[in-house]
């Protein structure tokens, strides 16, 4: 599932993919995919997405990209589209399979949206109201941003979660960024230690930062979840494995409906 490091690397490769292009042409297999606006339902589908699409990239090249938390803004000109990847959406080259929208340049490479469960979309906009709805309903962004204050009687990793408190963090960040910070996920934010609270900035942004050099160097990007892919996280998905820093066998709990993953010996209530 992408999070921030993933959406960063899908802005970094779009901007390198279309450097002194433009869009040639379009293509839309599943207009769903195209929305009024940024919505997980494909209920939402724009009622002439295509044409709407079109307008976009074919009349300006492509510009610069935005990035807040999960979401993405791509500017062409006075127009923009803003992107939203969903729980299973990326940006690739050919080759990918569930492609929703594929744009050709003018050198005959193409890009494609693949989104095997349809929860990412493509909203054409404008540069002005895009650069709003990049932001709309969410808090600052985990790796532009100070991590702002974490109070209330939820579990500090539920609120590393919410995305109108800190925006790009999901369930694997926030649980590797814990487990670096020796924090117990289930730790109430109004619980935590001054050195608890000073050690979670870094241990966060360390965790972003990792994720983001695993992809040095690659072209397109596979997601952990995908099958046989290499999980390189120390303790996602490891349960009962020993914990890289102690040796304790990582445990696992559910948390707001998500499995978390914690090290007893590193992260004690």
Known sequence: MPELPEVEFCRRSLLRWTAGRRVVGVDVPDPRSVRQSRSDRPSAAHPDGVAALGRVVLSTPPGKILRHGKRLLWRFGDAALLLHLGMTGKWARP????????????????????????????????????????????????????????????????????????????????????????????????ALTAAQRARLPGALREQ??????????????????????ANPFPIYRREGTPCPACGAPIARMIQAGRSTYWCPGCQRA
């Open 95 to 190: 080759g990918e399979r569930y492609v929703k929208v594929r744009l050709t340049l003018d050198d005959g490479a193409a890009l494609a949206f693949c989104d095997p469960r349809l929860l990412g979309g493509v909203v054409p906009t404008t540069w002005a109201a895009g650069r709003a709805a990049l932001v709309d309903g969410l808090g600052p962004d985990a790796w532009n941003d100070p991590l702002p204050e974490l109070n209330g009687a939820r579990a500090v990793k539920v609120a590393l979660m919410d995305q109108s408190l800190v925006a790009g963090v999901g369930n694997v960040q926030a649980m590797e960024a814990l487990w670096r910070a020796h924090i117990h996920p289930a730790t109430p934010c109004d």
């Open 208 to 229: 972003l930062a990792f994720t983001l050099a695993l992809f040095d160097g690659a072209e397109d990007i596979v997601y952990v979840e995908e099958d046989r892919t």
